[in-house]
């Protein structure tokens, strides 16, 4: 059975920072992509970043592009976010997800982790 449990989030002042981990079980972590997403009340999900299997190739969206850093350790089979100069636009329930290399849709998810910036 597949598990990706996302750990990590809480409250945090504007300007602050906050690392996001994500470990996965009961898949071959290492020839899966990985990625993470957000959801704001009352707002569609929206990518937030994502990564190679090997770590290679990293992805962003613009708004979080230079505050925001993903990076593995296929080891630990685990993915992080690594969130600094928070803004309270980034509240929002963060999700991480898995792809299979090499196939377009992500398959797994996780059940996220609330992140809440105050101003």
């Known amino acids: 059975q597949v598990q990706l449990v996302e750990s990590g989030g809480g409250l945090v002042q504007a300007g602050g920072s906050l690392r996001l981990s994500c470990t996965a079980s009961g898949l071959t972590f290492s020839i899966y992509d990985m990625g993470w997403t957000r959801q704001a009340p009352g707002k569609e999900r929206e990518f937030v970043a994502s990564?190679?299997?090997?770590?290679?190739?990293?992805y962003y969206a613009d708004s979080v592009k230079g505050r925001f850093t993903i990076s593995r350790d296929n080891a630990k089979n685990t993915v992080y976010l690594q969130m600094n100069s928070l803004k309270p636009e980034d509240t929002a329930v963060y999700f991480c997800?898995?792809?299979?290399?090499?196939?377009?849709?992500?398959?797994?998810w996780g059940r996220g982790t609330q992140v809440t910036v105050s101003s």
């Open positions: 997800a898995s792809r299979q290399r090499g196939r377009p849709d992500y398959d797994y």
């Open positions: 990564i190679s299997w090997s770590g290679g190739s990293t």
